[in-house]
Structures are given as structure tokens and as C-alpha cells.
């Protein structure tokens, strides 16, 4: 779907300037006076909502962290909990400055960055679109044979409702909330 030159997974990075970055992400994405990040897990519907808006006001989260080479190449979410959690910060850090310039984003990377809302949706349903990337409409990230690791994700993302963080069924309902509380 995004097409970035991404780094191998054991590259080590660097801070550099990210002007040019952010810059080229602006030219397609409606940036605010205030940023925003949604946090919802694998199979949520990010990417559908993502790709239904008329006007891009939302970014998903993946492609700002591959512009940013956040994320590395290959499935780096299926790396052990310890590796994927340090290419999850990485993605903090890249959502923190992504919010300070007017983004908004939906995503489902997150270590220390607490989110302005984050979505849980139905078990049922997330289940249900697992199953639909197993059989083939998969654009990354967990498939219906990491059923476990999905319910540990959801379980993780759930802390942040009980540090006070609004808790959603869906991404709509989430970004509602948000955009007109502003």
C-alpha cells in the first residue's frame, strides 16, 4: 500500500532531520493547530477508515512510521514481544513530533505515548477480520493464527483506558470525539 525504502529490522538508527519527511506527508495529509493519535489494534478497521476519508485529514500510522523509517522491512510484529516493543518506541517518538506538527494519526504502535483515545473494538469482530486476512486481504499485521498475541495487544492498549484515556468501540466514534471537542 505505502511505498517507502525501508531499513532491515537489525539496522541501528539515528536522529536526523525530519523536515523533508514530514514535509511530503504535509503535501497529502491536511495537517491542524492540533495533533491527535488514535491507538486501535490489529484487524480494527485503520486502514479502511483511513482510506474512506474524502478529505485525507486522518494518516495511518503505519505510513508516517515507514516515511520516517520507524518501522523496519519484513513482519517486525511478529519478532519476539522485547524487539517489536523497541520498534514500537521508536514509533512514539515519530507519532510525539508527528502530533506536535498537526497530525493526526490512527495506529497501532505504542509504548510509553499515551494516546488521546484508543478503540477496542468487539471481539467478535476483530476475530472476524483476522480471519479475513488469513484468507488473503492482508496488509500487515496480525492474521487469525495470532489470536493470542491479538488479545495480549488489546489487553495492553486497555491500560490506557485505566489511566483515563477515552475507550472506544470504533475508529469513527474515536475520531468523532475527538474533532468536535476541539
Known amino acids: 500500500m505505502y511505498t517507502y525504502d525501508v531499513l532491515p529490522i537489525d539496522t541501528p538508527l539515528i536522529f536526523a532531520d525530519g523536515t523533508a519527511a514530514y514535509s511530503k506527508l504535509a503535501k497529502t495529509h491536511e495537517t491542524h493547530k492540533h495533533g491527535y493519535f488514535i491507538l486501535a489494534p490489529s484487524a480494527s478497521g485503520k486502514t479502511h477508515f483511513v482510506t474512506q476519508q474524502k478529505t485525507r485529514h486522518w494518516i495511518d500510522g503505519d505510513e508516517l512510521w515507514l516515511a520516517a523509517l520507524a518501522q523496519p522491512a519484513g513482519a517486525w510484529w511478529l519478532e519476539p514481544i522485547e524487539r517489536a516493543e523497541q520498534i514500537e ?13 498537526g497530525f493526526w494519526i490512527v495506529g497501532g504502535s505504542n509504548t510509553w505515548l499515551k494516546p488521546d483515545a484508543i478503540v477496542i473494538p468487539n471481539w467478535q469482530t476483530q476475530k472476524h477480520h483476522l480471519q479475513q486476512r488469513t484468507q488473503g486481504d492482508n496488509d500487515g499485521g496480525f492474521t487469525n493464527s495470532q489470536l493470542e498475541r491479538a488479545l495480549i495487544q488489546r489487553k495492553w492498549f486497555n491500560r490506557w483506558a485505566k489511566q483515563g484515556v477515552p475507550k472506544f468501540l470504533s475508529i469513527t466514534e474515536a475520531a468523532d470525539y475527538l474533532t468536535s471537542s476541539r
Open 89 to 101: 518506541a521508536r514509533c512514539d517518538v515519530i507519532t510525539l513530533e508527528a502530533k506536535r506538527l
